[in-house]
């Protein structure tokens, strides 16, 4: 007690210390950034390296974290008060990123604090270790709080000047989101842009964490897209109406459309090895008579299947909106979606997903974009037939559900869209008296290889749920089309490894366009029951954007198609696919429809509506500039 007391006496209580500790604060500042920094690369080297590369890097972020430090002390007072919750903050945003990007590839996003209820969703699917010296740093900011705690140390400032200071310091913040233009003129002051929005990936290996989620912070107010007007939007629009060829519901067919957690062809990773085909049963199917198969151009990779659904329900594209996010965060009314269409022609329309109804914001989100029903794990798993494969329920018991809907509701066409879940990440070492097809390959590293492994025993399940399907279609009187198709490759080891690893993409000779093809295509089929002209409408085209794929199934069906629907058709031949991620090459009448997708993407989740198919048919009644498709 004698020792404390002196080395308050003639350390914490002396001036010498609280000047001491008042100019340690900007040391401390920098070492919660290094922190979060290095939990974001993983690697002291890559933090050194972007510093290095783009010191404007360091000095905004610095800076971002110096006002946001200033804020907490004028309101706390207490400088240990401040560093406890400046460096807790730190210490759990790293570990968040950290993790997410584990468990999906992904980064921690300003919007997952919305989503701070799926949080433990998304760890439970994590298999990772932290970074060595996170055992180094999170030692080093508790000793530096314990040390400020000890001091004592506070500002000598009323309330009635610190309060009105930290609003005039956190005005800063609110200026530059409501001023994008000034916002975007000092992010290229240091070589950054809100563009960089559209990649996360490059965007917080490029800027650091801090830097991306600022620009990610500021990329939440949703800006109206230069030239987006109405005159615009219509002029896009003008001669395309809604168009049917079945009159009566009773003739039109059941659709299925099915999006399957990262259905990939595991066959093509290279110097691989297979016991048997764990696709056999997708490619018998493919090569039938009344099928069509391709590749499906996603927008995710390892994760983020809402970003492939979103635009496989609504024909509308994710590369404009802020990346990362639910896109269904900005669904607050009713949509004209694919959903509505058939719904609006007498559809029962349902949803179905093995997994939490309110992940991604689903179960608020699908009631606006025309779902009749939602039918998620918490009931399903009620089945008498449900069954459980690691930790998920099987695709088998969606496929059930599915038969089930159909053959209960026959006064109507029925619409289903279903999620599977079983072959979700992570994909862990699986117990070898579950393994039904071997896997070799001598260049992938022990942890890869259990990877790849554990992936073929659920891609064969899914194949056989597949055939399931197929053969209840196959028997049925009722015409029925099926749309099976997986949303993203799985992850398969951190940053791609396997990929890497076996050969598919990065190589000496590869070629940077390629590997983007190969890291966002995914197999589709169609299939129906009765005789169908493919060709006709997919013009053999065999890689297709999502956001294609149901106006094509109605074109095939007859069904009733929406202006905007006809209007994706006409521009289908000319671009079967493209995405920000493909960055295929585009000619300037190319660039002008992707351009134009930008535009009524906006208009619909944040703009003024132009292009919904009631307005858009009054340009059409107005205009005569293009006959109807």
């Avoid at 110097?271 to 927008?299: C, H, M, V, W």
């Avoid at 349902?350 to 009749?372: C, E, Q, S, V, W």
Wanted: proline share 4%; charged share 20%.
């Amino acid at each position: 007690m004698k020792f404390y007391d002196n080395l308050r006496k003639y350390v914490f209580d002396t001036l010498w210390f609280k000047i001491l500790t008042y100019c340690s604060i900007p040391f401390y500042t920098f070492l919660c950034l290094c922190y979060i920094e290095y939990m974001n690369y993983g690697q002291v080297r890559l933090v050194h390296a972007l510093w290095v590369r783009n010191p404007g890097a360091f000095i905004l972020a610095f800076s971002i974290l110096i006002i946001i430090s200033a804020i907490l002390i004028l309101l706390c007072r207490k400088i240990w008060i401040y560093a406890v919750v400046f460096g807790s903050v730190s210490v759990i945003v790293g570990i968040i990123n950290c993790v997410k990007h584990a468990v999906n590839g992904d980064y921690f996003f300003p919007w997952d604090i919305s989503m701070a209820g799926n949080m433990g969703q998304l760890i439970s699917f994590a298999r990772f270790d932290l970074p060595p010296y996170f055992w180094l740093l999170l030692p080093m900011i508790i000793i530096a709080c314990v040390i400020y705690a000890l001091s004592k140390t506070e500002i000598p400032v009323k309330w009635y000047i610190r309060v009105p200071s930290a609003i005039a310091l956190s005005l800063i913040f609110v200026f530059l989101y409501n001023s994008p233009k000034t916002t975007e003129r000092m992010l290229n002051k240091f070589n950054m842009t809100f563009n960089d929005n559209i990649l996360q990936a490059s965007n917080y290996y490029a800027n650091g964490f801090v830097n991306a989620f600022a620009i990610n912070c500021f990329a939440l107010k949703v800006v109206e897209p230069e030239g987006y007007t109405q005159q615009q939007i219509q002029e896009y629009l003008s001669g395309y109406s809604n168009s049917s060829e079945i009159t009566n519901t009773d003739d039109a067919p059941d659709v299925i459309v099915i999006l399957s957690e990262a259905f990939f062809d595991i066959t093509k990773l290279n110097n691989t090895e297979f016991s048997q085909d764990p696709l056999k049963n997708f490619r018998e199917i493919s090569a039938r008579d009344n099928a069509y198969s391709g590749e499906l151009i996603s927008s995710a990779l390892g994760g983020g299947t809402i970003r492939t659904e979103f635009e496989i329900l609504t024909g509308l594209t994710v590369d404009y909106l802020t990346n990362g996010t639910s896109p269904y965060i900005y669904i607050t009314e009713n949509l004209e979606t694919y959903v509505s269409n058939y719904k609006d022609q007498g559809y029962y329309t349902k949803a179905i997903h093995t997994y939490n109804r309110d992940f991604y914001m689903r179960d608020t989100a699908y009631p606006y974009l025309g779902f009749d029903e939602f039918v998620a794990e918490d009931e399903i798993a009620q089945r008498e037939d449900a069954q459980w494969r690691r930790r998920y329920l099987t695709d088998q018991t969606l496929v059930n559900e599915i038969t089930d809907t159909l053959d209960e509701n026959t006064d109507n066409p029925n619409f289903i869209f279903a999620i599977t879940m079983e072959n979700h990440q992570s994909y862990g070492k699986t117990d070898p008296k579950d393994i039904v097809i071997e896997v070799k390959n001598d260049r992938l590293d022990s942890d890869t290889l259990d990877a790849v492994t554990t992936y073929t025993q659920g891609a064969y399940y899914a194949d056989l749920s597949l055939a399931s399907l197929v053969d209840y279609i196959d028997n049925r009187e009722k015409e029925t089309i099926l749309l099976f198709f997986g949303d993203h490759l799985p992850t398969l080891g951190s940053n791609q490894s396997a990929y890497r690893q076996a050969g598919n993409i990065d190589q000496p000779e590869s070629d940077p366009q390629q590997d983007r093809m190969f890291l966002y295509s995914t197999p589709f089929l169609f299939y129906s029951n009765y005789d169908i002209d493919y060709d006709a409408t997919m013009q053999e085209h065999h890689y297709v954007s999502t956001y294609y794929m149901l106006s094509l199934l109605a074109d095939m069906t007859g069904t009733q198609k929406t202006a905007y629907m006809n209007y994706l058709l006409d521009h289908y031949n000319d671009l079967p696919y493209y995405n920000v991620r493909v960055a295929n090459p585009l000619t300037d009448a190319q660039a002008e429809f992707i351009n134009s997708l930008k535009l009524i993407t906006f208009d619909r989740v944040r703009g003024a509506g132009y292009s919904v198919s009631a307005k858009a048919s009054v340009s059409s009644d107005d205009t005569n500039t293009k006959s109807s498709p």
